[in-house]
């Protein structure tokens, strides 16, 4: 009882407002009226996360909605201009997590937005496939960069029109294993492991070798373009392989053990570490999977391929929460 006496006390005497604007899209596609009531129910388990945030770094926080789709180039100027203003009043970012293809350009303006201005962000799941996506886009410069994913869904209303994706385009992929029998996602606990302790978010867990947190997503980074975004200043820093998920796929044991092997090993370089898992992955058609990216020379820009928010506590609040808030916090004293 005692703490929580303790963590109302925190609650109510929180000294600083923190603004952040979740950039989404399920807002105005149900049936209830109430549109702050849909927002704050579509997006409940990220809101408690920042909250749970909040009350670790004394702060309250104040989540605005940003309707994704304001923010794209087919929408009225009134309405861009109204959701460029959100972000620019927030102090940090959240992209969320989401599926299909509408909303996902005004993601990638609001992930351009975060990288550009330096505002602290952080992306979820789908989230963190926009902002990789950009990055490819705009500062890799790979013309056409998207996810299979987006393309065969587009592909599908424009009655097979569309232009196939290049390899050198196919920047989000289906990973190479079927994900089990019953879901073509990949679902629940999987563990990531910290290939370097240079990183923000390994410092936000305490510095500890590997994480487990909840996975919902059936596409993730090609590992063959992971070198060319590492070299323009996109890390990635916390790495998963699966082990023994499904019977059929024998190379799963070997290659956590590699992976494993290759996580603590201090003679090797970061790059080196990434550089032979992917080569790994891409000659053995196995899965290492990007868990976790940020970027250089930013104060936060992390991008998170599994759900954060879903294990955060009142007490054990989630550390790339955690991470986002504190660095919010530090970027609404310098406004
Ligand atoms: N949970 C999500 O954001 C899913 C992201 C994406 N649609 C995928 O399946 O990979």
Redesign the pocket.
């Known amino acids: 009882m005692q703490e929580w006496s303790d963590i109302v006390k925190l609650a109510v005497n929180c000294k600083n407002v923190v603004k952040i604007a979740l950039v989404g899209k399920y807002f105005k596609n149900q049936l209830m009226t109430n549109e702050n009531q849909i927002f704050r129910d579509s997006y409940a388990s990220v809101i408690n996360a920042l909250n749970d945030a909040g009350l670790h770094s004394n702060c309250k926080i104040e989540a605005v909605f940003v309707w994704a789709e304001d923010l794209e180039a087919a929408s009225s100027i009134k309405k861009q201009a109204a959701a460029m203003k959100l972000l620019e009043e927030a102090h940090g970012i959240v992209i969320t997590?989401?599926?299909n293809v509408p909303g996902f350009e005004g993601m990638m303006q609001a992930c351009k937005y975060g990288r550009e201005s330096k505002k602290p962000l952080l992306s979820?799941?789908?989230?963190m496939?926009c902002a990789i996506i950009e990055f490819a886009q705009n500062v890799c410069k790979i013309k056409g960069a998207w996810s299979t994913?987006l393309w065969d869904e587009q592909n599908d209303k424009c009655n097979n029109q569309l232009q196939p994706l290049k390899p050198e385009q196919k920047v989000i992929i289906k990973m190479f294993e079927r994900f089990g029998e019953k879901s073509e996602?990949r679902l629940g606990r999987r563990t990531t492991t910290f290939i370097t302790e240079n990183s923000k978010v390994f410092n936000d867990y305490g510095r500890r070798d590997s994480i487990q947190e909840r996975h919902?997503?059936?596409?993730?980074v090609n590992p063959e373009f992971v070198p060319r975004l590492i070299a323009a200043g996109l890390r990635f820093v916390g790495i998963g392989v699966d082990e023994g998920i499904n019977d059929e796929t024998e190379n799963f044991p070997e290659t956590s053990q590699k992976m494993l092997g290759i996580a603590p090993n201090k003679e090797m370089s970061y790059l080196e570490k990434v550089n032979t898992l992917c080569q790994y992955s891409t000659a053995t058609k196995t899965a290492v999977r990007m868990e976790i990216m940020e970027l250089e020379n930013h104060p936060y820009f992390v991008g998170i391929q599994f759900?954060p928010e879903f294990q955060s506590r009142p007490f054990s609040p989630s550390p790339p929460f955690l991470g986002l808030i504190r660095a919010s916090l530090q970027y609404s004293k310098i406004l």
């Open positions: 997590a989401c599926f979820i799941c789908y989230g496939q994913k996602m919902r997503h059936g596409y993730e759900h």
